[in-house]
């Protein structure tokens, strides 16, 4: 006979568990234009649900939050998902700090992963072990001023030699019509469409022929007044003089899209895929959704149920509209027709998933990046010839 304290303690036991806390889920992102949008997006998934509840926090942009990572895990005081910028990711899965989530992935099933588009998946993977989820994803895109290409008589260039030739008609009057910024990422893709790659076999490739003939183009241009050179902090003015019209064409994020358009109060804003070369190819940029290793096995069930959350078509959807970011899945393509619509120049750009190549994923090209982006600026501003300059990058990446 079971006596009247154990049946209170056993009644209390129950309660207990029917009330227990959800499993805090932590999450620290960068998407501080949006955030309102994440915070919905989290409340809405708890209100879904009673194991779990997401708290996301802005911690400042990619380079302001990969330090912020370093120290907090550092101190034991990690958050449980964390937005992995893609050449960051491979650093975090190579030093030990990533939850392998292979097992989540197989409990997807094939056709789950089959909807996601082929380097986007691919890009979660280190070493064959699943550690990231695509999020936020970009494409480059090649910006113009529709007007003053009509004036000239030139359509969007759809190729490297096209891009050259249009420049030509564009130019003169003191205007340079390719406004080129060394950054590494946009970079890379002109470095694809040659059908090369900035690394090989798990070290810097800045010497290939494809990669110096990327730079050669951008050098030859500035040489000729075709084009100008800016560093990735002289970004923002970059974009004011595209705005007034000294530049007719830049190479910048599909995200940057709305940024771009508040800016182009004078003129047709166009858009248009990358230009190709050898091969029509892209690289993906944006960020992975990461687990911290030290997640409990709950924390991470958790974390992995609100991307799921995240990847749901409604939800997808209503963040390709606000965002501009691609939609990761092919199954909603259907469903953004009308966003599409609403701007001629949309589908084609968005259109770039197809293409795209994932992001090195050498843990080093996290500071290798560096060196190729000074290479570029010191051959489009410094006058270095292309060549010298990627040597000079080759020498101080490898010795890092």
């Known amino acids: ?27 620290w992102h960068s998407m501080d234009g949006v955030a309102d949008l994440v915070e ?6 708890n209100r879904s649900q009673d194991q779990y509840e997401v708290v996301p926090s802005v911690v400042g942009n990619y380079r302001e939050a990969e330090p912020k990572l370093l120290a907090a895990v550092k101190a034991g005081k990690e958050p449980v998902m964390f937005q992995a910028e893609l050449t960051f990711f491979p650093k975090l899965a190579a ?11 197989k409990s997807f099933g094939p056709d789950f992963a089959r909807d996601f588009y082929p380097a986007l998946w691919a890009g979660g993977e280190v070493g064959g072990v699943r550690y990231g989820l695509p999020w936020n994803v970009s494409v480059p895109v ?4 529709a007007g003053a290409l009509r004036r000239a008589g030139v359509g969007a260039p759809r190729t490297l030699a096209d891009l050259e030739a249009a420049a030509r008609k564009l ?21 694809a469409a040659q059908g090369g790659s900035v690394t090989r076999d798990g070290k810097p490739n800045f010497t290939s022929p494809e990669v110096v003939a990327a730079l050669d183009l951008l050098a030859r241009m500035v040489q000729q007044g075709t084009a100008v050179g800016r560093t990735l902090d002289e970004a923002p003015r970059a974009a004011f003089d595209f705005a007034r019209g000294q530049n007719s064409l830049v190479f910048a994020s599909v995200a940057n899209w709305p940024d771009f358009q508040k800016l182009a109060l004078l003129f047709e804003l166009g858009g248009a895929p990358m230009p190709c070369a050898q091969k029509c190819a892209v690289s993906v940029g944006g960020a992975n959704v990461v687990v911290l290793k030290s997640a409990s096995a709950q ?35 259907g469903q953004l027709a009308d966003f599409y619509a609403k701007n001629p120049y949309r589908a084609a750009a968005f259109a770039q998933l197809d293409s795209a190549v994932p992001r090195p994923k050498e843990p080093g090209y996290a500071l290798w990046r560096l060196d190729l982006e000074e290479a570029i600026s010191k051959a489009t501003r410094g006058g270095v ?12 990446a490898l010795a890092r």
């Open 40 to 45: 919905k997006f989290a409340d809405d998934f």
């Open 385 to 396: 010839p292309a060549r010298q300059a990627l040597e000079e990058a080759q020498r101080k």
């Open 171 to 191: 130019g003169g009057r003191g205007k340079k019509p390719l406004l080129t910024v060394a950054d590494a990422w946009t970079f890379e893709s002109l470095v």
């Open 95 to 105: 030093d030990g700090l990533l939850a392998n989530l292979d097992r989540f992935e």
């Open 142 to 145: 090649m910006y113009y001023n």
């Open 299 to 333: 924390e991470q069930a958790g974390a992995v149920a609100f991307w799921k959350y995240l990847m749901e078509p409604a939800n997808l959807r209503t963040w390709v509209e606000r965002t501009f970011y691609v939609a990761p899945r092919r199954s909603v393509q």
């Open 1 to 27: 006979m079971i006596s009247r304290a154990l049946l209170v303690s056993l009644v209390l036991s129950a309660c207990g568990a029917a009330s227990a806390a959800p499993v805090k889920i932590t999450f």
